[in-house]
C-alpha cells in the first residue's frame, strides 16, 4: 500500500508539472526562466502618459509581442535632468546590470515644455481652442489683425524652443556616459522627434502663415537634432549604441501620431504603435502574434461585419441604378446629335466649347505672367544688392534683418525708408513689393538654419523652397 501511494504521488507531481508546462505555452504573460530582460528608463513617452484607458503605449505592445521580461522605470514629465538622477538609485541600478537590453526616451519634455507653455498663454489669450487654429483660423476673430502679427508670436514659441538647449544636451550626454558602463546589455535609444512637423494641410496655408509655421517648426528641428539625434548617430557609427529613428518615422506626421493639436507632445496610441515596431526590429527580437480574442467577442464581431455587408450591398444597387440611368441619358444625347433636332444638342457643343476656350485662355495667361517676371527680375537684379543682403557683405544674417525691420518701422511712421535705392530690391526678399517684418523673419529664418548646417546654400536658393 505504501508503495502505490509512493507511485501516485510521483504521477500526480509529474501531471502538475505538465500542466504547468502547457499553461506556460498557451499563456504568453508567463515569461520563460531564459527570456530577455528589457529595462526601461527615460519620459512620459515610455510611461505611456497621455493615452486613454484601454491603449497600449510602445512598452505594452513590446510585451504583448515578444517573450521578453520588461522593467519599466519611465516617468511621467521627466526631463534630462530628471532621468540622470533617477540612475543613481540602487534598485534601477541592480536592474540595469542585469539587463539585456536597456530602452532609453531623453530630450522630450526639455524642448517641449517651454514651447507649450508659452502656447499655452498664447491660446488663452486669444481663445484659441486647438493649437493648429493659431495657423488656420481667421485672426480677426481672435485679436489679431494681420498676419505679420503672427509671425511675431512664432517666432517668439521658436525662441522658447531654444531655451533648455544647453543644459539638455549636457545632461543627455551625461545619461550616455552613464549608461555605457553596463557593457553586457544592448542600449537602444529613440531619436528625438520633432512633435510640431506637420499640422495637417499645411499646404493650404498662406506664404505668410508658412512662415509663421516654420518660425516654430524649424527650431524645434535644430535642437532635437544638434542636441540629440546627430550625437545618436554618432555613437551607433562606432558601435556604441543602437538607435531607433522614431524622428524620420514621425516627420510630417505629428498631428497623427502625436497629440499636438492639444499641447501634449507624448505619442497617440497609434504613435506607440509604430514606436513599438521600430523597437523591436532595433532590438532584434521575435514578434509574435497577439491571441485571438474570446470566443464571444468573435461572434459579436463577425455579426456586425454581416450587417456591414448588407449595407454595402444597398449602397451598390443604388450605385447601379444610378450607372443605369447616366447611360440611359448618354445614348438619347448620341441619337439626338445624330438626326441634330434636340436644342440640346446644340448647346452641348457650345458649352464644351466654351469650357475648351476658358482652359486654353487661362494657361495663355499663366504662361505670359511667368515670362514678363522673369523678364523683370532679371533687369533688375543687374543694379542691386544680392537678395537679402542689403548691406552688401555677402553676408544673409541679423544685421540685414534689423536694417529691414528700421526700413518698415519708417515706412509704418511715414518716413523715407531710409535704404540705398541699390537695397530696396534686396530688402523685399518675398517679392510681394513690401518692405516689412515679414521679410525680416525670412532673413532670421535663414540665419538660424544656416548656422545649424541645415541649409549650407545661398539665401536666394533658400527663397526658392519658402
Known sequence: MKKYLQYVSVFTAICFTLSGLLIQQKNPSVKAEDAPKIVVVGDSISSGEGLAEGEKSYVDWVDAYTDAEISNFAQDNYTTGDILESLENPEIQQALSEADFIFVTAGMEDVMNPFFGKAQEYMEQFGFEQFSDVFYAELADYGIYSEDELLIYSNQLGAAVRSNQQTAAENFNAIVENLSQYQQAKIIYQTVYNATDTIENYSSLSAKRQLAYSSVCNPVNSVVNNCFNNYLYELEENGMCLVADVYTAFKG???????????????????????????????????????????????????????????????????????????????????????????ETITTPETTSTSSTTTTTSTTTSTTSTTETTSETTSTTVETFPLGDLNNDQKVNAVDAALVLQAAANIGAGLPNGLLSEAEFSADVNQDKKINASDAAFILQYAAENGAGNFQDSFEKYMQTQ
Not at 259 to 287: W, Y
Not at 303 to 326: A, C, F, N, V, Y
Open 253 to 343: 506626421y505629428a498631428y497623427q501620431y502625436t497629440n499636438l493639436n492639444f499641447l501634449d507632445a507624448n505619442p497617440t496610441a497609434e504613435g506607440h504603435a509604430l514606436i513599438a515596431d521600430l523597437m523591436i526590429e532595433k532590438a532584434g527580437l521575435e514578434k509574435h502574434d497577439i491571441p485571438e480574442p474570446p470566443t464571444e467577442t468573435t461572434t459579436e464581431t463577425t455579426t456586425s461585419t454581416t450587417l456591414e455587408t448588407t449595407t454595402t450591398t444597398e449602397t451598390t444597387t443604388t450605385t447601379e441604378t444610378t450607372t443605369t440611368s447616366t447611360t440611359t441619358e448618354t445614348t438619347t444625347t448620341t441619337e439626338t446629335t445624330t438626326t441634330s433636332t434636340t436644342p
